[in-house]
């Protein structure tokens, strides 16, 4: 399961809800039938009835959520979607989920450390890279710096 948004606050009295969307496909939401949430380990599927877009949230109507009292039940709550539905990415594109927990070396070959987050912003992502000496050096995530991800190796 990934996370595509959290859940802010009701929106209006019959069950709507304003979601902050933390991905960088926000038409996610137009194509699903059901976001998830984490409920006692478990993830708990709830049909989309209706979405509406902004440019940082999405107003989400879900199935037997018919309240506000209902509606805030769900805030600061994480939305997930199964792996399945993940969008297709182009090539140089990589899903943070990915890039957490990469091994990070210069041109030598010389260990840096390891992406421990990643932080987006208008120009481009900076890599976080946690040092084995516990420093933290934020890496610009453009391609003269980039040379190459190898995910293969993540997995290895």
């Known amino acids: 399961m990934y996370i595509i948004g959290k859940v802010l606050k009701p929106q209006g009295n019959k069950g709507e809800v304003k979601v902050e969307i933390i991905t960088s496909f926000p038409e996610h939401f137009v194509s699903l039938d059901s976001v998830y949430f984490e409920e006692n380990k478990n993830y708990q599927a709830y049909s989309i009835e209706a979405t509406r877009t902004t440019n940082r949230f999405v107003f989400l109507k879900l199935k037997n959520i018919d309240s506000i009292d209902q509606a805030e039940k769900l805030r600061n ?13 182009a090539k140089d594109e990589y899903y943070i989920h990915d890039l957490i927990g990469m091994q990070v070396f210069d041109e030598a070959g010389n260990h840096i450390g390891e992406i421990s987050e990643v932080e987006s912003y208008p120009g481009n992502d900076v890599y976080v890279v946690s040092s084995p000496e516990g420093v933290q050096l934020n890496i610009p995530a453009i391609q003269e710096v980039i040379k190459s991800v190898d995910k ?5």
């Open 77 to 89: 709550r994480y939305c997930y979607i199964k792996d399945d539905e993940l969008s297709e990415l």
């Open 152 to 156: 293969k190796e993540k997995s290895e």
